[in-house]
């Protein structure tokens, strides 16, 4: 069972800050892509960063200079570091994962999402 464990969101207040962390575990030979996204109630899923296997990251322009994405690839792991949270975070986050596993091409998965609310 190829499964993606999220971890780390939470209620904050503006200006706090989150780490979300994403675990990716069972039939795995190797993992391209990982990602963040984030859907807010009424609103289209959004990509909000990327890093590839090789650790080059892209964070979207709406979170630039706040958020920094970070990977570790023997855990087989994915991190979002959120600084300086705005209500408009407020979100579900998804971890999403490019994985190859034994006698399969890369296939797309999705973590089950965490829930980041910024109030005060």
């Known amino acids: 069972q190829m499964q993606l464990a999220e971890f780390g969101g939470g209620l904050v207040p503006p200006g706090g800050s989150l780490r979300l962390s994403c675990q990716a575990s069972g039939n795995i030979y190797r993992i391209e892509t990982m990602a963040w996204f984030r859907q807010a109630p009424g609103k289209q899923r959004e990509v909000v960063a990327t890093?590839?296997?090789?650790?080059?990251?892209i964070v979207d322009d709406s979170v630039k200079g706040r958020f920094t994405i970070s990977r570790d690839g023997a855990l087989n792991s994915v991190f979002l570091q959120m600084n300086r949270l705005k209500p408009v975070d407020t979100a579900v986050y998804y971890c999403?994962?490019?994985?190859?596993?034994?006698?399969?091409?890369?296939?797309?998965?999705w973590g089950r999402g965490t829930q980041v609310t910024v109030s005060s």
């Open positions: 890093i590839t296997r090789d650790g080059t990251p």
């Open positions: 999403y994962a490019e994985v190859m596993s034994l006698g399969t091409d890369f296939q797309p998965y």
